[in-house]
Every structure is written in structure tokens, then in C-alpha cells.
């Protein structure tokens, strides 16, 4: 019997031939991540524990990127507090409001994860580096006061989910649509425990843009982490960035699997979830009349090159509508950069969009964008949870960006086809 | 150990964002994220939460974010337990290492009430429903998950192999 790509490489790291699911293994780490909500807990266990030094001061990241530009004093002195814990450990990669980004945009591109990776984040979007082939995934701030120390953690070897991709992706269709359509299919919690691995033809040349939004969602159907096996598309993107070497490992013929399900993507179109879970979605064309007061588009999810394309694509000559605010978080510096390259923010200032410098902000009911009691904003991003964007009483839709800035132009959730 | 509570009980899905909303984020002292305990999904909670309480719920419960905030605040506002059908996995890893006990025993779920008073054997996982008078077992953890346990979280463990 062959192994999965996790299974393979758990036993990599934990210095074995073969592992099974529901082993619990001991592996080395690659990379310890954590933000400016989560590491200021890791510190404070960091130090209870007594050990001086963190175990490789060049495999700890720390991107203060929830609360940036700090919203208030005590967020400030929470990223005081770990920008001063990053100075004194000479951790090499603290990345500062301004060279910063938001982490699961940031860190691919920096090339500070590679494929065959064990990646541990206090971000439960860390799962988004699946997508290059590295198995990543969220823990909380002791997990990652303990990695800092150790350079190790424990993990239950996961069975896996395969899921099987086929037919022909149609117009305005993405990645966002494949999970949001999975994540429907097999509810929030299908994947409990559980890693994903999306592969088929429609993954194969699916663009690395929209992988790590695939990749990126895993967590919403409960999954430990959404492996794509790396190939040309994830080399081509890794070769130049990378900071180390690679291992792509490809799971075995006759691997094992908990489950195999395969879509036919012809008749997917795209897709929205309603309030309160990302599970609740609907075809586009099933959405009925939800009038908007916002739309945000970017977050750790849709916040990359290819998705400002796509939104600058519908909002291009047209205006918002008179009552939406439209909102637009560029995911990283360089993709900001990129973006005023290619025209696309003059675009959007043109369209009456808002510019944002990176944040997650809005996303997680932080700042620079928050709902009042009754509103609702359609978001490219992760969560629709009661509460997540503001007032508990607020509501928040999920969609790719394509029909989030036809719906910022329509004033209420609409197909890009109806703006065009 | 053992613990004994009054319940309070909620359904599926119970997520980080409505156990401690995004907004209380810029601290990480207990006690003030204590006060806004589940305050997004029952706004009576925090106030009238006594120390031993117990919660209750059905699948998936600490769905969503890594916060480890959604855990200690639990943990701080008194609650000596947590028993559900099934956590998410970054809640049930992060309550754990900070040594917050939680049991999975669908059976319990569906025999407990809200208001019921339950009394549990954290170490053989045997919860008495006592207003009932019935009992339940739950899932014994692996070996080494107990190991963590017993040492009182991940970080006291760590210390002691370290030393």
C-alpha cells in the first residue's frame, strides 16, 4: 500500500519510512508563523517555557498584519511587544507595516515556503501554502511558542480526502467557486481532522493565484490542510523566490484514501454563501434580490495579482453604485506595486473604490471597514461567520471578485454577466 | 480530576469569531477577554457564568480561527469543561496545551439540558448527569495527548523534557 502526499511527508519529517493515519508523530518544522493577534500569547508562553534562544532564527516569521496600520494603543502595544521579542531573538523575518503583506500572500512570495514543507502558522489560514505542496496548517499561540523553542511538533497522521476536478471551468468561474462549491457539498466540518488533497485536469491548469485560494479555504470545510501536488505551474512560481531547497512529493498510485469525490466543474457557476456559514452557497443565479451596503475585495483569500485583474476587468469606465462602499486590500506591497503597473488601482479610484495599503481589516471585523447593525457587504473573503465583519447583527456574503465588484457596481448581488 | 457544573448549552458550529469577537482581539489578558465571552452567539453568558460551569455542544464546536483567545477566554471566565460531539481541530489542539478539558460524548450531548448539573471524571472521562441521573463515557484521549494533560498543558511538558 503506497502513501498520500501527507503521509509522505510526516514521515520525511519524523525520520521514518512509512506512517499510517491516526499515528501520532513527533516531525521537525520548516517554518513557524504567527501575526500580531496570535504571537503576542506565543511570548508570553515562549518565556514560561525558559528556553534563551528560538531554535533557527531564520525559520520563524512574524508579519504583524491583522491590526496594521494599528488601529488603536493597544494594538500598537501589542506590536511593540513582538517587534521587540523579534529584535532581541534576531528573528531575520519580522516584516514591518510597509514591507509587510498579508502573511499567506506574503510568505509564498518572499519564497519562505517551498514545496514538501511542514509549515505551522498561528493563523488558521496557514493552509493556504498547500497549494505549493507543502503540508501547512493552523495551531494556536502555545503550538507556536512550543515550535519556536523546539523546531518540532506533534501530529495525528490525517487520513485524506481526495477530490477529483473534471469538465471545462466556465467564464467568471475560479478556484474561489471550486471550494465554495465543495465546501456546499461536504459542509463546514466534511473534512474535520481530515487533509484535502484537489487534484484532476481543472486543478492542473488551474493558475497559482487561484490554488492558494483553494488551498486557502480548506480550514472552512474543517480540513487540517488542501494539498495541490506541485508541478511546472507551482515550479515556475517557486523558481527565483525560493529560499531553500524543495521536495515535491506526489502522492502514490495506490495511495489510500478516507473518501474520493470527483466534480464535474462544467455545470458549477459562480457561487455565493450566505450568512452565517461558508457552507450555506448558492449558484449566482439562484442568489435572488440581496441588496449590498459594501464590497471588499482582497483578504488572504482573494487578495493576489489575478483577482485585482478580474475585478479591474468588471469596474473598468463604471462607477459603484451611489450607495456602496467598495473596498480593495491589494494583498502584498509587490502586488500593490504590480497593480498601480498595470493601471488597475487608477481603475478602481476611477470606479470610487477605496484603496487600502495591506491589512486584513475588514475581513475579520478588525478596522477599515466595519458594518453597522442591519448591513451587509458581499467580501472575497473567507468567513460569513455571526458577528465576523462587524455588528453581530451585520451579514456577510461570499463570492469570487468577479461578482463582488459587479455587485459594488450593481448595488446588490449580481452575475459580472449583468454589468457587462 | 474532578469537576461539577452547572450547563449551559448551545448547538453546531459554535465558532471563534462568536466565542471571542475580532473586536476584543487587541488584548491578550484573560480576564479582560473573559468578559466577552460568547458574547456574539448569548449576550447572558459572561455575566452570569459561575466558576465549575460546563459547556455543552453539538458538532464542530471552536470552528474558524486559531485564536487561542477563544479557549482561554472559556478558561478564564470559569468554565471547567467543555464536552461536544466533535471539536474543530485547532480548538480541541489549543485547548489541550492550555489545559483546558474537553470531552467528545455525543451520547452526553443529547442527555444533557441546559441548567443540568453534571459532575465529570476528567481522567476516565465518565460525566454523571446528576439532575438526571444518568451517566456517560466519553472518548479516552491517545497516550501521549493525556501525557500533555497531566503535565498541565504543552508548555509545562515542553519545560519538563527540556530540563
Known amino acids: 500500500m503506497g502513501m498520500t502526499m501527507v503521509e509522505k511527508i510526516l514521515a520525511a519529517h519524523a525520520g521514518k519510512d512509512k506512517v499510517r493515519p491516526g499515528e501520532l508523530v513527533n516531525a521537525k518544522l520548516d517554518l513557524v508563523l504567527g501575526n500580531d493577534v496570535t504571537t503576542p500569547v ?42 521587540e521579542f523579534a529584535e532581541e531573538k534576531e528573528i531575520k523575518n519580522f516584516f514591518e507595516l510597509g514591507e509587510m503583506g498579508i502573511e ?36 494556536g499561540s502555545t503550538d507556536m511558542a512550543a515550535g519556536m523553542a523546539t523546531g518540532e511538533a506533534w501530529f495525528k497522521v490525517p487520513e ?22 465543495t465546501i456546499g457539498d461536504i459542509g463546514v466540518d466534511g473534512a474535520l481532522y481530515k487533509a484535502m488533497e484537489f487534484t484532476g485536469p481543472v486543478i492542473e491548469n488551474l493558475s497559482m493565484d487561484n490554488r492558494f485560494t483553494m488551498s486557502n479555504m480548506a480550514i472552512e470545510a474543517g480540513g487540517k490542510c488542501g494539498l495541490i501536488e506541485a508541478d511546472e505551474i507551482t515550479l515556475e512560481y517557486v523558481k527565483g523566490r525560493a529560499q531553500r531547497e524543495w521536495t515535491v512529493y506526489k502522492s502514490d498510485e495506490d495511495a489510500e484514501y478516507s473518501q474520493v469525490i470527483e466534480y464535474d466543474v462544467t455545470n458549477i457557476e459562480p457561487q455565493v454563501a450566505f450568512p452565517h456559514l461558508p457552507e450555506n452557497t448558492r449558484g449566482i443565479s439562484e442568489v435572488g434580490d440581496i441588496k449590498i451596503d459594501q464590497s471588499v475585495i482582497g483578504s488572504c483569500t482573494n487578495g493576489r495579482i489575478e483577482d485585482l485583474r478580474v475585478a479591474a476587468e468588471i469596474l473598468k469606465g463604471k462607477k459603484k453604485a451611489k450607495h456602496v462602499r467598495l473596498i480593495i486590500f491589494p494583498g502584498t506591497q509587490e502586488i500593490y506595486k504590480q497593480a498601480m503597473k498595470e493601471g488597475l488601482i487608477e481603475i478602481f479610484i476611477d470606479a470610487g473604490a477605496a484603496v487600502s495599503t495591506p491589512t486584513c481589516g475588514p475581513c475579520l471585523g478588525g478596522h477599515m471597514g466595519i458594518l453597522a447593525k442591519g448591513e451587509r457587504s458581499i467580501a ?11 455588528h453581530p447583527e451585520s451579514e456577510v456574503y461570499l463570492s469570487n471578485p468577479a461578482v463582488a465588484a459587479a455587485s459594488a457596481i450593481a448595488g446588490k448581488i449580481v452575475s459580472p454577466e449583468e454589468v457587462l | 480530576m474532578e469537576i461539577k457544573g452547572k450547563v449551559w448549552k448551545y448547538g453546531n458550529d459554535v465558532d471563534t469569531d462568536v466565542i471571542i469577537p475580532a473586536r476584543y482581539l487587541n488584548t491578550s489578558d484573560p480576564k479582560k477577554l473573559a468578559e466577552h465571552c460568547m458574547e456574539d452567539i448569548d449576550d447572558t453568558f459572561a455575566a452570569n457564568v459561575e466558576q465549575g460551569d460546563i459547556i455543552v455542544a ?34 480541541f489542539r489549543n485547548a489541550i496545551n492550555i489545559g483546558l478539558p474537553i470531552l467528545e460524548c455525543p451520547e452526553a450531548v443529547v442527555g444533557i439540558d441546559k441548567g443540568d448539573e453534571v459532575e465529570i471524571d476528567v481522567d476516565s472521562g465518565v460525566i454523571k448527569n446528576i439532575t438526571k ?31
Open chain 1, 380 to 390: 472575497t473573503t473567507n468567513r460569513n461567520f455571526v458577528g465576523r465583519m462587524g
Open chain 2, 58 to 91: 453539538e458538532d464542530n464546536f471552536g470552528c474558524g480561527s486559531s485564536r487561542e483567545h477563544a479557549p482561554i477566554s472559556i478558561k478564564a471566565a470559569g468554565v471547567s469543561a467543555v464536552i461536544a460531539n466533535s471539536f474543530a481541530r485547532i480548538f
Open chain 1, 42 to 83: 506565543a511570548v508570553k508562553e515562549f518565556k514560561k517555557i525558559g528556553i534563551e534562544n528560538v531554535f533557527d532564527k531564520e525559520r520563524i516569521a512574524i508579519v504583524p498584519d491583522h491590526f496594521v496600520p494599528n488601529k488603536d494603543i493597544n494594538s500598537a502595544e501589542q506590536v511593540k511587544m513582538i517587534r
Open chain 1, 104 to 139: 499567506h500572500c506574503l510568505l509564498p512570495e518572499k519564497g519562505l515556503v517551498v514545496p514538501g514543507d511542514i509549515v505551522i502558522g498561528a493563523d488558521s489560514h496557514t493552509c493556504t501554502y498547500g497549494a505549493l505542496g507543502a503540508l501547512a496548517t493552523g495551531i
Open chain 2, 133 to 163: 441521573g444518568t451517566e456517560f463515557q466519553a472518548e479516552p484521549f491517545p497516550a501521549f495527548m493525556q501525557e500533555i494533560i497531566d503535565a498541565g498543558g504543552l508548555v509545562n511538558y515542553v519545560k519538563a523534557k527540556a530540563n
Open chain 1, 160 to 181: 485524506t480526502i481526495k477530490f477529483v476536478y473534471k469538465g471545462e471551468l466556465q467564464k467568471w468561474v475560479s478556484g474561489k467557486d471550486l471550494i465554495l462549491y
